[in-house]
C-alpha cells in the first residue's frame, strides 16, 4: 500500500482509450535508436571488411611466410654468432621506440657544452610508440613484445593495402598479389618484423594513397594525419592528395572555365590537403617549442644523428667510393640495391596507366631518402626506400605473367635476402639496420 507522501499513479489521458498519442521527443527517439544504428553499422563494416579481406588473403599469407623466413634466418645467424636472438628485433631504433612508450618524451633537450644537442627520443615520431603503449596497457605485454604485436598486425594491414591499391591501380589479382609481396621482401624488409615504425607507416600510406585515388577525400585527410604522426615521410603522401587536389581545381568545365579553388567541387579537398600535414608539421613545431628554435627538429636530427639534406650528393659519393674502393661487401651490396631501386623508380614512372598522385608519392618518398646525407647510415638505405613501395609495381605486372615456381623462387630467394642483409648488420658489423 503507497505511504501518505507516495502520489498514487493515475492512467494517463494518452492511454485511455480512442486518446491521441503523443509523438517521441526528437532527441529521445535518436537516442533510443542510436544502439541499434552503432550495432548495424559495425555488422555493416564488418561485412565489408571481410568482404575486401577475402581476396586479399593470399598477399597476406605471402607477407606473413616472408616475415617468417626472416625470423629463421635471423635466429641462424644469432646461433651462428652466438648472440641473442629475441632482443635484438627491438634493438637501435627499437630502444628508443620502447623509451618513448615506457616514458614519454623528454621535457627538455640534453645540449652539451658546446652547444650541441645529445642523441634524444624527440627525434622519434609519437604515433608508433604510442601505438606499442596502447597494446601494452590492453594486453600487459613488455615494450618489447608490444612493439611485436604492433609491427605483425600493422604489416597484415599494409599487405592488405597494398594489395586492394595494386588491385585498383592494375585490376589484376595476381599483380596485385605480387605487388604486396614484393614489399614484403624488399632489402630492408626485415625491420618489417622488428620494433620498427615502418610497417605502421606503410599501411597508413598504402590505404591513404588508395583514398587519394578513389578521391575519397576525407578519409585521406585522415591517413595522412595518421601518416605524420608516425613517419616524416607522411609529405610524400600530403604531395600526393596535394596533386590530386589540383588536378580538379584546374579542370575546365565544358564551358572552358577552370574550376577554381572556391567551387563546391573543390571545397572538399582543397581542406582535406590543408589539414593532411597538421600532424606532422605539428609534431616537428612541438620540438622546435621544446628546443627553443624554429628549425629544432632538423637541428637535431644533424647535430645528433648526423642526417641532414645535401640533395644527394653524399649518396653519389658513397656509392663511388663502394663501388671503387676496398671496404665490406655489405656497402656494395647496399650500393647496388639503390641503383636497382632507382632504376625501378624511372621505369615505373613510364608507366602512364598509373595515376600521377601515384608517381608523385613514390618519387617523393625516394627523393627524402635519397637526399638526405649518410655518413653514418648509408646502409639504411634500403630500410629509407622501404615506404617507396610504388616502385614495385611494374615489376609485379611483369613477374604475374612469370611461371607459379620461377615467383616463388624468386620471392623465397627475396626473403631470405633480406633477413640476411639486416641481420649480417646487426650480428657482424653491430649497426642499426
Known amino acids: 500500500?503507497?505511504?501518505?507522501?507516495?502520489?498514487?499513479?493515475?492512467?494517463?489521458?494518452?492511454?485511455?482509450?480512442?486518446?491521441?498519442?503523443?509523438?517521441?521527443?526528437?532527441?529521445?527517439?535518436f537516442a533510443a535508436g542510436l544502439p541499434d544504428r552503432l550495432r548495424t553499422g559495425a555488422v555493416d563494416f564488418a561485412h565489408r571488411a571481410s568482404a575486401s579481406f577475402r581476396p586479399a588473403r593470399t598477399a597476406v599469407l605471402g607477407y606473413?611466410?616472408?616475415?617468417?623466413?626472416?625470423?629463421a634466418v635471423l635466429g641462424a645467424?644469432?646461433?651462428?654468432?652466438?648472440?641473442?636472438?629475441?632482443?635484438?628485433?627491438?634493438?637501435?631504433?627499437?630502444v628508443w621506440f620502447r623509451d618513448i612508450?615506457?616514458?614519454?618524451?623528454?621535457?627538455?633537450?640534453?645540449?652539451?657544452?658546446?652547444?650541441?644537442?645529445?642523441?634524444?627520443?624527440?627525434?622519434?615520431?609519437?604515433?608508433?610508440?604510442?601505438?606499442?603503449?596502447?597494446?601494452?596497457?590492453?594486453?600487459?605485454?613488455?615494450?618489447?613484445?608490444?612493439?611485436?604485436?604492433?609491427?605483425?598486425?600493422?604489416?597484415v594491414v599494409a599487405a592488405w593495402g597494398l594489395y586492394a591499391l595494386g588491385r585498383?591501380?592494375?585490376?589484376?589479382?595476381?599483380?596485385?598479389?605480387?605487388?604486396?609481396?614484393?614489399?614484403?621482401?624488399?632489402?630492408?624488409?626485415?625491420?618489417?618484423?622488428?620494433?620498427?615504425s615502418e610497417a605502421l607507416f606503410v599501411a597508413f600510406a598504402s590505404w591513404g594513397l588508395l583514398a587519394v585515388v578513389r578521391r575519397q577525400w576525407t578519409l585521406a585527410c585522415v591517413l595522412c594525419l595518421f601518416a605524420g604522426l608516425t613517419r616524416n615521410t607522411a609529405f610524400g603522401l600530403v604531395a600526393a592528395l596535394g596533386v590530386a587536389t589540383l588536378a580538379i581545381v584546374l579542370r575546365r568545365r565544358e564551358d572552358g572555365t577552370r574550376v577554381g579553388?572556391?567551387?563546391?567541387?573543390?571545397?572538399?579537398?582543397?581542406?582535406?590537403?590543408?589539414?593532411?600535414?597538421?600532424?606532422?608539421?605539428?609534431?616537428?613545431?612541438?620540438?622546435?617549442?621544446?628546443?627553443?628554435?624554429?628549425?629544432?627538429?632538423?637541428?637535431?636530427?644533424?647535430?645528433?644523428?648526423?642526417l641532414?639534406?645535401?640533395?644527394?650528393?653524399?649518396?653519389?659519393?658513397?656509392?663511388?667510393?663502394?663501388?671503387?674502393?676496398?671496404?665490406?661487401?655489405?656497402y656494395v651490396v647496399c650500393t647496388f640495391v639503390i641503383i636497382l631501386s632507382v632504376a625501378l623508380m624511372i621505369w615505373s614512372f613510364r608507366d602512364r596507366r598509373v595515376p600521377l598522385p601515384v608517381h608523385v608519392y613514390g618519387g617523393v618518398v625516394m627523393f627524402l631518402a635519397l637526399t638526405t646525407s649518410n655518413g653514418w647510415f648509408f646502409h639504411s638505405k634500403p630500410r629509407f626506400m622501404l615506404p617507396a613501395f610504388t616502385i614495385a609495381l611494374p615489376l609485379a605486372r611483369l613477374m604475374a605473367k612469370w611461371p607459379r615456381g620461377v615467383v616463388i623462387s624468386v620471392l623465397v630467394a627475396g626473403a631470405a635476402f633480406a633477413g640476411w642483409y639486416v641481420g649480417f648488420l646487426l650480428y657482424v658489423i653491430n649497426t642499426n639496420p
Open 1 to 29: 500500500m503507497p505511504s501518505p507522501s507516495m502520489p498514487v499513479a493515475e492512467t494517463p489521458p494518452a492511454a485511455e482509450k480512442g486518446a491521441i498519442r503523443m509523438p517521441a521527443r526528437p532527441d529521445s527517439a
Open 64 to 71: 606473413l611466410i616472408a616475415r617468417a623466413i626472416n625470423l
Open 77 to 94: 645467424m644469432a646461433l651462428a654468432a652466438g648472440k641473442p636472438f629475441w632482443s635484438m628485433v627491438g634493438s637501435w631504433d627499437g
Open 101 to 155: 612508450a615506457d616514458f614519454g618524451y623528454v621535457d627538455k633537450i640534453p645540449v652539451s657544452p658546446a652547444g650541441k644537442p645529445y642523441w634524444t627520443n624527440v627525434e622519434f615520431f609519437p604515433g608508433y610508440p604510442w601505438a606499442v603503449r596502447l597494446v601494452g596497457d590492453v594486453t600487459g605485454l613488455s615494450a618489447l613484445n608490444a612493439g611485436m604485436v604492433v609491427t605483425a598486425l600493422a604489416g
Open 168 to 196: 585498383e591501380l592494375t585490376g589484376s589479382h595476381r599483380a596485385a598479389t605480387l605487388f604486396a609481396i614484393l614489399w614484403g621482401v624488399a632489402p630492408g624488409s626485415m625491420v618489417l618484423t622488428m620494433v620498427y
Open 261 to 306: 579553388l572556391l567551387a563546391p567541387e573543390a571545397r572538399h579537398p582543397v581542406l582535406a590537403t590543408l589539414i593532411s600535414p597538421l600532424a606532422c608539421v605539428g609534431f616537428i613545431a612541438w620540438v622546435g617549442w621544446l628546443a627553443g628554435r624554429p628549425d629544432g627538429w632538423v637541428w637535431i636530427q644533424d647535430k645528433a644523428f648526423n
Open 308 to 330: 641532414r639534406f645535401d640533395w644527394g650528393i653524399s649518396t653519389v659519393q658513397w656509392m663511388a667510393k663502394y663501388l671503387t674502393h676496398l671496404g665490406r661487401p655489405i
